[in-house]
Structures are given as C-alpha cells and as structure tokens.
C-alpha cells in the first residue's frame, strides 16, 4: 500500500458512534485498535473482528471492518473457527473480564492451549458492566459495591495472566486504557505474532467502579524484554500486582493446524463415495 | 492390665497381619467381581477361591488375637514395604482377557511377597514370641506358594495372542 | 414364517468377537448381492462384555428390526438374559451352541430346536488361536451358502494388523466351521443384484454432508454421533476440509458458525444433551442468518437417558428449542440411504436460506449397517439468479427481498463490511430496538422459509388408502411395514413419512390427506411429540390417533398394525 492511500487510524472507524460512558476506557482500546490497522496497513475487507456480550463486545460494530457479535462468552470459539476455515483473514477476537473468564473460562482456556493464529484483547474492568455492575472473576474479594454480592465476592480473583501462561498461551502481554499508544502497539505486535497472542487490557469502568482511576498511580511500565521462560513467567504472574504493562512472555510454539493435514486430493468425494461399494 | 512390651510387639504384628489377609481377602474378591462382569470364568473363580483361602487365614489369626486389644491404624498407618499391604494384588496388573497361568503368577508373586514380609518382620522383631508366630506365617504362605507351582506346572499350554479381541471397545454412554 | 426375512442372533461375552462375526457375515453376503441389516446390542462394558449381532437378511431394502429370531449362534450364554427380551424366539427358532452350557431358561420355554456345536473344542483343535467367532462365520457361512473363500479373505482385510499366526488361525477356523455338517437348515432368501453399498447411517450423513459442500467441521464426541465425526475427520483431509475438536459442544456450535460467516459450509454433529447445549447459539445462527447445518444423532432421552439406544424424542428440541421466534429447518431422513439424501439436502437448504438446519437421525439408522443399493443423493440447487450485494459501501446485509434471502457476502469481498449480530438489526445489520425493524426482520426470517419452494421431497408418501399412517425419519420403515400386514388383512392405508418437518409443508400435507377417514401418527416417543405437533398445525378434518411409543426396543411393524387395526374394528362396531 503506499503512503498515498495508506489509511489513517480514523479511516478505520466506522460511523456507528460508541455509546460507552464517557470515561470508558474501551474508547482507548477502540483507539489503539484503529491505530494498530492504520500501522499495519490491514486490509479493512479482510479483517473480522469477533465478539461476545458486554460493553467491551460492541467493538466491532465500531470499526470499519467485517465483524460477528455472537453471544456471550463464545467469541472465541466463532473467532478460531474462523480463522481455521479461513486462515487468509486476520481475526481478532474481543470482549470482556465477564464475557472472557467466567462464561467463556473453558474456551479461553483452550484458545490458549490450541494456539490458531488469532489476537485476544480483553478489557477487564473487574466488573460486569453491561449488566448493571456485579462482580465478575478478576472484581478484588472485598468489593462490595454489587447488590448480588453485597459483602463483597469473598473469593479471590482470577489471574488472568497466569491462566494464560498455564493455558499454553506463548504471547502475553498487558495494557492499560490510560496509554492508548502502548496498547496499539502491543496489538500491532500481536496480530503479527504467528500463535495465539492475549493481550490484557485494563480497562476501567467509569461508572461502576469509579475508583478504578487510582489505577493511574499502581501501572508500571514494564522495562525488561519479555520473558521466554514459562519458570520464571510463572512466578511473576502469580505474584505481581497485575498492573505491569507490556509485552511479558513470549515464546515460539507451534501453531495450529497441527502436522499431518494433507491438502486435498482430485476426486476424492467420488473416492469416499466408492469406498461404501461391496 | 498393664501392656507390656511383648504384648505391644504381638499386637502390632497381629494387627498388621489381619490387614493384610483381610486387604487380600477384599481385592482378591473386587478382581473376582470385575472378572465375572467380564466374563473371565475360570480366572474370576481363581480369584475367588483366593480370596476364601485369604479368609481362612483371618480367621486364624483372629483366633489367635483373642481377646488381645490391637492398635487401631487408619489405613495409610500399616508399615508396608510398598505402597499396598504384601498380599494384595494390584488393580493394574489385570486385564479382562488375562490367562489362568498370568492370574496364578499374580498370585504367586503375592505369596512370595507376603512370605518374604512375615521373614522379615520376623528378622526385624525383638520379641522372640512374636518372631515365632511371623516366621510360621512365613512358613504357611511358602507352602501356598509351593501349591500355585504345581497347578501352574499343570496347566495346559495356551495361545501367545489371548489378549486380542476382534471387536472395537463399546461406548457405554 | 415368511423367508421375506431370516433373522440370525449372534451372541457372546468376553470378547468372543461376536460384532466383528456379524459384520463378516454380512460383508460376505453383500458380495453375493444380498441384503440386510446388522444392528448391535451391548452390556454397558467397554470390553469383554455380553454382545449381540443382530442379523436381518432380506429380499428387499425394507429395514425394521426383527420381531422374531430365525436362529440364535450362542458362542456362550454369558448374561443371554440381557437380550432375551429382544432375542424372540419359538417352536421354528433354532438355536446353536456348546453343550458344555446349560439353555438359559427362556430359550428351553420356546420349545427352539437345539443343535449342539462344540465350538470351543473344535477352535482349540484346530489351532492354538483358533476362536469360535470364526469357527461360527465358517458355520454360519455354509448354511447361508457362502463361499469359505470370501469369508476368510474378508476376515483377512479385517485382521490386516494382526499377528501372522492369529490371522491364520481365523482362516482355518473358517475353514473348519464351513466343512462342518449341521443338522440345520435355514430358509435362505433370495439374492439380489451385486455392486450393492455397505454402510451405516452415521457414514451415510457424513458422506452427504460432504457431498453438498461442507468443508469445516467441528467435533465434540458424544453417543451415538461420535461415529459421524470420525468418519468426516478422515473425509475432510481428502478434500481439504478442516475438523476441529472442540472443548464442548457450545464451543463447536460456535466455530461453526465462524467458519460459516467465513464463507466455509460448516457442520457439526451430537445428540439430545449436546443440542440442548447448542440451542442459544443456534439462535445466533438463526438471527444472523448464518446457514449452519447441525446433525442430531437421538437417543433414550431425557437427560442422559439411554445413550446406546434410538428413540424419537428429540422432536420438540428441534422445533421449539429456540428462544425466541427464530424459525429454522427441521429434517429427518428416512433410513439409512436416505441419510446421504437428507442430510445433503439440508446443508444446500441452510445455505440457500441463510438459516440453521437440525437434521434428526437416530442411534438405530445411525449405527446400524445396512446394505443398500446406491444411494439418491441430492441434486446440487441451480444458482439463484446473481445475489449481487450491490455497490460497494452501500451495502445491506439484511435487505428486505422479495424472497425474504438477502445477499451474502463473505470476509474477503471487497466493499461489503458488515457485522453480523445476534442483536436485533436494521437492513444495514446496525443494531435495532425499533419495533418497525423487529417486525420486518422476524418476517424476513420466517417468510425466506415459508416461500421457499421445497418440492416433493417434504415427505415420501405411498398408497391411497382411507387410512393414514403419518410418521417422521426412521419410523418409516415400521409404519410401511405395518401397511403391509395391515393390507394382507384388508385395511388399505397412505402412508406419509415427513421428511421435513419444519417450515411444515401444511398445504402438502392437508391434500395428502384429504380423503383420509382416519389419520394415525406413529412415532418412538413417550410424549405424543409429533401427534402434537400437527394438531397444532393442521386442522384435521377426520378423527386423529396418536401411537407414541418411547424406545429403547424398535417400533414393532406388528403392535402398530393390530393397534390401527383394533381402532379401527372399535370405531366400525361404535
């Protein structure tokens, strides 16, 4: 593409508004999505991006690209049929703590461990936001501003990062809605890394959890090359304070499909068909 | 009744011996029920008769604990040598098409390792009572031993392929 | 006794080898162009447990099960009362065995002829692996009139794997058991042409999945569709699909759909429990309009039910398992060769209509072997006059058509972005809460079905008589089969075998009906599913019966027709 019809970040935005509260720190992955396209030079027609339910999911309605807003907690599983059936798309998956943990825990999981070629952001706002503000895995044990839980979870939140490690996820990274630049380069980074790439975006929720903008003052910019080491990668996830952005852990893995997929043959329907013949 | 350190030594020897023949006594009875339910005659009836032998010899060892009070041990308590008591044949050495012979060679190895546990114990003990009950215990299971020798020498000779089976494993549910 | 049929029970236990018998047999005699039918019965091991082959051999293509055993090969007697219940035999049964082994009780009430076979001696005399399975082919195999050649070079292919000396001693079993003079004598029927096919349901629907284009698949293993699955695995690598084991069935039925938003015809298989998993995403499917074709294998429901037995009960799900109004296809092949018919006639409807399709098959034509003649496939759909999406960045996705099917574009097509939703949407796909866009969208949904122009094959009808036998899938070859007894005894009868159930063809279906002075609904299930189900649809003019019977034990060709009958004889009494 050259510079003349390269497009800009806001080309890439399609004219259906975002309704999220102002404050919302989706407008900055909504963003850096857009600058990350724009930097790469993506081709809007053959990019999708997928979703499940919750304020984070109605992102592909926003950008400019081809989208499927499917039900809650299953994005990801539209997302790598997707790219298994058409490995010539770039496919990003999206959605929320809620839509990607809870409901959707089992098939994060596997996305981890199956590794098909394909970006996973999630905003967490450690709470349900869409639903009027219950708590949602990664909502902190004591919070106890839910009318659903009114003493607080009283269990403790998901690692997220350490779920994916465990998971066989080979890129995690961690970005934070106030530095919009550095998620759009993580997501640059991501879609170009050949696997399963999670990126984990703290992503405050204005209107339920209005002290997440303390945040500011508790996010540190990673400044070590990522990990390649799942040893020490896991002792760091499970005892950091989970607001370290940056790339974390990456390692080459193999990605989907696995070996063995032979191309197709001339004529083999009729083949299968013939096989049945006594 | 004070307990005096002879008592102490029989009762835990007694105690792990009723262990023993009553943990061979169950296993050798579940391996008989998971045969019949597979339908392995003659090596579930060979289990069976096992494990009415295992009962006998329970008995006589509760006879001979009498009214002695045993230590009572949970089950991961017993001083085993391995992981389970000398006599109890493990859940994964079976196969639902196994042979007579490898049933009986099951079974022997078991005698052989409870004989070699009784000598043991025997060896190790300080209390010459209870060394002389361990050491005829050890005497008994030798001669169990010797028994399997002969059936096994007349068993008939069998195919090397018993283990195969023409038809794909079933789904169940 | 008619020699229309001869039924042949093969049992054992302890991994005799009784299935891999049956299926020789049945092999070998679909070489010399015969017919038939093998169905399987099990104890809930998953090794060594009691087994029954199950062996109808026909004249025709007509496959109900036995009601009756012609011969029982009993290479033991091991837990027989499992299957005596099915196994029904009488004074003209015969029955094979050792006479190391006493009769079990119900076989010596039946008054059955009893020949003895010492077949464990005779296997162990004629070589150190010799087994009984294949000393009984090579028995079985004479009093049928097979050649002990084809036997054993059937029984080699299938031993491919095996030990050198094990394979050899299957042929001399074979060899020895077809030498062997049985004081028996079976009433054989009569061959038919050669060239014949040999499969089962599950392979059948596999294959015309494939056939009509499915190219992606996703698997979760679950009885008694695990079987479709696995065959598509080794299907779609030949012609360069994609199969993707899932995590659960919510996840396959939604990378179903992504790789059918992607432009690949998608497909995934599973049972009662799995549907009902997948019915919120089938919803997806249906309001996005993203075609994708999901194949329900039924078995005993509710719940986890009887996994390894057929029943029909899994109606309702399929009609009204979606939340919300979300019209969608319904079908149900007929038997096993209709499953390569059906199944590929419904993957081109889903992706025609831009919908969801469940096809209901059940475990009896799913696991089932049969030999059949050549299959019906279905004829690819003429391509519709250019769906043109239009220029590029005006584009609606969901545009109201007079056809109520907009046109498609795929990921990859230049100028046509849109995001598919789950959401209630405008034309353009935006996300809609407007009545004016529910209305139209809902009727959109449901018109592109109910225009639809689905032709003959909505049901397979046959006879003109004033009684009406209605079914749906795999009664079929029951309720036809009761139409003939009940012919034989002077009650003429139409009988209607849906094939699809949902848009329901109502206006084909009143005018079959017409001149009917009584209509029956037969159907394998408790609830009177399908009886209800057309009361609600059609105003029935004649008096309507419904004959549900839940599984496990097949639809009876004989209680159906005496049930008709006994009505029948009432109401002309009344």
Known sequence: MTDAIRLKAKDYKSEVKPIWCPGCGHFSVHNAITKAMAALGIDKDRTVLVSGIGCSSRLPAYVDSYGFHGVHGRGLAIAQGLKVARPDLTVLALGGDGDGFSIGGNHFIHACRRNVDITYIAMDNEVYGMTKGQASPTTPMDWDHSKLTPHGPGVRPFKPAALALASGAPWIARGYSGNPNQIAKLIAEAVEFPGFSFLHVMSQCITFCPEQTDWKAIVTESEAPPLADADEAAKQFLHEDGFQTGLLYREQRATWPPPGATAAEEGAPGELAAAFRV | MATTATDSALANFLAHSLELESEARERYGELAESMDAHH????????????????????EVAALAGHMTLPQLKAWEFDWPDAEPPETASYEALHYRMSLRQAMQLALANEHAAERYYREFANRTGDAGTAAVANRFADEERGHAAELERMIAALPASGLHLREEDDEPHMPE | MSTRYLSIAITGAGGAGVISCGELLLRAWAREGGRGLLRKAYGPQIRGGESAALLKLTADERYTAASRYDAVVALDWDNFTRFEDEIVLDADSWVLCDEAQALPPAVVAAGARVVHVPFDELAAACHPEGRV?????????????????????????????????????????????????????????????????????????????LEAGIRFVAAYPITPASDVLEWMAGGLERVGGQLVQAEDELAAINMTIGAAFGGVPAFTATSGPGLALMTESIGLAVASETPVTILNVMRGGPSTGIPTKSEQSDLNIALHGLHGDAPHLVLAPLDIADCVFTTGWAVQLAQRLQTAAIVLSDQFIGQSTAIVSEPRRCAPFAATPAQDPGEEGAYLRYRLTGSGVSALASPGDAGHRFTADGLEHNEKGT???????????????????????????????????????VSFGSSAAAVTEAANQLAESGVATRVISLRLLAPLQTAALAAALEGCSRVFVVEQNHGGQLFHYLRGQLDFGQPVHSYALAGPVPLSPENIAQAVATVIAEATRS
Request: hydrophobic fraction near 40%; glycine fraction near 12%; proline fraction near 6%.
């Open chain 3, 431 to 469: 996300p809609s809460s407007r009545q004016s866009d529910h209305q139209r969208q809902l009727a959109k949904r449901q018109d592109k079905l109910t225009a639809f122009d689905f032709g003959g094959d909505w049901a397979q009808i046959d006879g003109d008589g004033p009684v009406a036998l």
């Open chain 3, 133 to 209: 399975n294949m000393l009984a082919l090579g028995v079985l195999g004479r009093l049928l009139g097979l050649p002990a050649t084809t036997l054993a070079e059937l029984a080699g292919q299938k031993l491919a794997g095996k030990p050198r000396d094990y394979r050899d001693a299957a042929t001399a079993c074979i060899e020895l058991g077809a030498a062997r003079d049985i004081a028996c004598q079976l009433p054989v029927p009569p061959l038919g042409n050669k060239g014949a096919w040999y499969l089962s349901g599950n392979q059948a629907a596999g294959l015309g999945a």
């Open chain 2, 40 to 59: 392995n005659r003659p090596v579930a009836d060979f289990f069976r008769r096992m494990a009415a032998e295992a009962e006998h010899h329970l008995q």
